[in-house]
């Protein structure tokens, strides 16, 4: 476990300057999760979105049940003990962490995010079984040579790691930087480690509305993309069955199959060969 002064220091400060008066996307996932670490502008904002796409409560729903089943399975079936989460957002029930250690109390997890409002949670992730470790780093996905070495500190990279980049890649707007980022995080990793990626596409039109609305509003917009260009960050690995899927279908379990089938975002976990 991780207990440095700096990062309770950061989160001090990063409390103190975060603007209650605007809606935060981060507080907005909450809210669409269920979670109370929201403001009423937050709260305004979410429900126009879903005025728009309506969709998008069973999308947040069901990319946390897709995280939990993919987890599961890395850590259980895959034998799979490191875990680099980009792209952490606030914490919630059952992160990372805390499925991969219920499987397997030795496993090591990396949380990132370059959002201070997540820095301002962090210590809520700081938490690990005797056996493991956790830690959070606050950088950017697009500097990735900083996010790796800060990791390094905590996980093995010469042995499998699960690079988990669940809602961030649309964070990245530039198609090229995207690709490149996947592509130096994968060849960062030996042999034996996984690729799991999660994000909205651009199929639904009024998902695009919704989203080209906020986008227009807020200083970190989202770009939507298609199934195959998802599915072109994952060139060259071998897809774990049933492949790139919508978040419900990837290996359902009995709360899944009651869930919406489509709900405008894929998920898909690959090996790394």
């Known amino acids: 476990m991780s207990d440095d002064p700096a990062t309770a220091s950061s989160a001090q400060s990063s409390l103190s300057t975060i603007d209650t008066t ?18 009423a502008v937050d709260r305004d904002a979410g429900d126009r979105y879903r005025q728009t796409f309506p969709g998008i409560v069973d999308m947040a729903r069901t990319g946390r049940g897709f995280l939990t089943r993919v987890v599961r399975h890395l850590a259980g079936e895959a034998g799979i003990r490191q875990f680099l989460d980009i792209g952490t957002g606030l914490p919630t029930a059952d992160n990372t962490h805390e499925i991969a250690q219920r499987v397997a109390p030795e496993s090591r997890v990396v949380y990132v995010d370059n959002d201070p409002l997540v820095l301002a949670h962090a210590r809520a992730l700081l938490t690990s079984t005797a056996e493991g470790s956790t830690d959070y780093l606050h950088a950017d996905v697009r500097d990735t040579r900083a996010v790796l070495d800060k990791a390094a500190q905590t996980l093995d990279f010469g042995r499998p790691v699960a690079v988990m980049l669940l809602g961030v890649l649309g964070l990245v707007p ?36 919704a989203q080209d609305y906020y986008n227009e509003r807020d ?5 939507l993309r298609s199934p195959g260009h998802i599915a072109g960050f994952f060139d060259g690995l071998e897809f774990v069955s049933p492949g790139l899927v919508s978040y419900p279908q990837w290996r359902p379990d009995a709360a899944a199959n009651c869930e919406p089938s489509d709900v405008g975002a894929l998920g898909g976990v690959a090996r790394i060969p």
């Open 174 to 209: 530039d198609d090229d930087i995207a690709g490149d980022v996947v592509r130096r995080l994968v060849a960062a990793v030996p042999s034996g480690s996984y690729l799991v990626i999660g994000d909205a596409t651009d199929t639904d039109p009024s998902l695009v509305e």
């Open 219 to 223: 200083a970190s917009p989202y770009r």
């Open 22 to 39: 605007v809606p935060h996307s981060a507080r907005i996932w909450n809210y669409w999760l269920g979670g109370k670490d929201n403001y």
